[in-house]
């Protein structure tokens, strides 16, 4: 994140330099905050001070190859319990475990979401199928790592 940030100041810098030559506005925000769930980020500093943090340009970078990506990003975070009969490590026959039946629920849940069918547009379905375009997709996705 650390060159991310310091190329999104070098380009700030660069067009706050020629701003008499540019219509509209640009604002610069750089915010850490992805390890906590994103509730102190940008939105929140949209959401607080609209007026202070507008723009018609917003700089981002995100450390994930060399790739020009758009994308959406989000999390989801869910807290819950298990509970079972319960038993000691040594009588595992007694019980299958809370963390067992956990990742079996879990899993689940996981073919489910994976399950959702959608119906892609017909000329966004012609365009990835497309060999060359394919050979990208993957290669942007080798890089994100």
Known sequence: MKSGTASLIIAYAHLYARREHLKG?????????????????????????PERRKGDLMLSAEPSGKTIRFSEKGTLRLSGSVRTKGAHG?????????IREAVGFLSKVIDQVESIDFEMPSEIAAHMADSEVLAVVDKVRSEAG
């Open 25 to 49: 506005s640009v604002t610069f925000c750089a915010v850490s905050d992805e390890e906590t769930g994103g509730r102190w980020g940008t939105k929140y500093l949209i959401g607080n001070d």
């Open 90 to 98: 040594a009588y595992l026959n007694l019980s299958k475990g809370a």
